[in-house]
């Protein structure tokens, strides 16, 4: 259902690879809602993907950027104004990737020139992005941006592996860039902790079709689904949303606040 939340706004999708993306849902509520987006993926995703669809349907342009190159970045920035016309009202980084967990390497036994990487791609890469907009004073005031979470920067999921570490880094730069662009131009920076979600980079965690089965019966109302975070972005995009910053906010139907389910336990007997 569109109610014109983001009607007039106009921002950058990071991370549509495939129709089962969490980016892919909240490109398309954005713009049933009003916006004028641009769509932005690594130059990989381009040949593996299937944004050149999403995009034809949504009538958007796609620049692609390495989100852990500046020059990147400044190219996609700049690019993205051009294209619709003034400065931005919100971003989405929806991007993860750790090559330890897809190397399969344990997590007492990691390399660590692979989790620089798995770092850059998956957390720094947030603050380059904000890092550039900023310079390019490319926000408008009020606007909004969030990144996409997971609950293992507070607790321990073993087979998550370095992107725990991934998350809890991402979460800061979140409350500390937030403080500096609430100051600068009264934007808002947030991340959306979501649960286990059916899509690529979900996937691949060892353990995942399990684990999702788990926080299902874990969360009173059960998984929230990529729609249903589609849904929340748009709320966080959206005007009425203004006082909400440096927060990490659980979109998980529940699951951050239970100790025990009674459910799980009736289905171990
Ligand atoms: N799926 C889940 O269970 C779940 C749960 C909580 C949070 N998240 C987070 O949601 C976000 C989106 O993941 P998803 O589940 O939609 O999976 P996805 O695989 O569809 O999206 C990940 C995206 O990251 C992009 N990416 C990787 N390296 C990049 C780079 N160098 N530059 C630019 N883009 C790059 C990929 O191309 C892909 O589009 C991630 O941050 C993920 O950690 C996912």
């Keep these: 259902m569109a109610n014109g939340l983001l009607q007039g706004k106009k921002g950058i999708i990071f991370g549509a690879l495939d129709s089962k993306s969490i980016a892919w849902k909240v490109a398309e509520r954005c713009v049933e809602e009003g916006a004028k987006i641009v769509l932005t993926n690594a130059p990989v995703a381009m040949r593996l993907g299937e944004i050149n669809e999403l995009a034809a349907k949504l009538q958007c342009q796609i620049i692609p950027a390495d989100a852990t190159n500046l020059a990147d970045l400044e190219n996609l920035i700049s690019q993205s104004m051009e294209i619709l016309g003034g400065k931005l009202d919100f971003v989405l980084h929806s991007i993860g990737m750790s090559v330890n967990v897809r190397k399969k390497k344990d997590y007492t036994d990691l390399n660590y020139d692979w989790m620089q ?33 997971y609950i293992a920067a507070q607790r321990t999921f073993p087979d998550y592996s370095e992107m725990a570490e991934s998350k809890a880094l991402l979460e800061s730069f979140a409350r500390s860039f937030g403080y500096h662009w609430a100051k600068k131009s009264k934007v808002r920076v947030n991340t959306i902790s979501q649960s286990p979600t059916i899509t690529t980079a979900g996937s691949g965690v060892k353990g995942f079709t399990d684990f999702f089965g788990y926080a299902e019966k874990m969360s009173p109302l059960g998984n929230a689904g990529a729609d249903a975070c589609a849904d929340y972005c748009v709320a966080m995009f959206s005007d009425l949303t203004r006082m909400v910053t440096m927060q990490n906010l659980f979109h998980d139907g529940g699951f951050s606040s239970m100790g025990m389910a009674p459910e799980l336990i009736e289905s171990e007997e």
């Design 117 to 149: 990487t798995t770092f850059d791609v998956s957390a720094i890469s947030f603050h380059k992005v904000m890092q550039v907009a900023m310079k390019h004073d490319a926000m408008n005031e009020w606007g909004s941006i969030l990144a996409l979470s």
